[in-house]
């Protein structure tokens, strides 16, 4: 949440999932949509920011057993679009503004050169 709101004016390239805590969802990670993802993850990298790709759309996964029957576009969607990056208690605020304040940069100055 916290992250979120640091990020809410690149809206135009990073936005979170939306979580519905009144239905009593709990994010484990801090999932965002963003634009331009594989630059961003390497530039993540090189910035020593954890993330991690989400996990494959359904028809690449093998256990679904679909045999190119069904197609799940959002799925597919998800897996080129959506990135996990770090959170959980050992992460101080400090540390969050500065993930925000790198993919801000990123967004603002890298990306347009």
Known sequence: MYLSQKLKDLKNFITPIKIDFKKGEVPVYNEFRVQN?????????????????????FERVKYMNLKGKKKFPNSLDYEKNNLYLTSGPGLQ???LDEMAKKIRKFYTEVINR
């Open 93 to 95: 605020l400090k540390d």
């Open 37 to 57: 993802r594989e630059k961003l993850v390497e530039f993540l990298n090189k910035n020593k920011i954890e993330n991690r790709l989400v996990s494959p759309n």
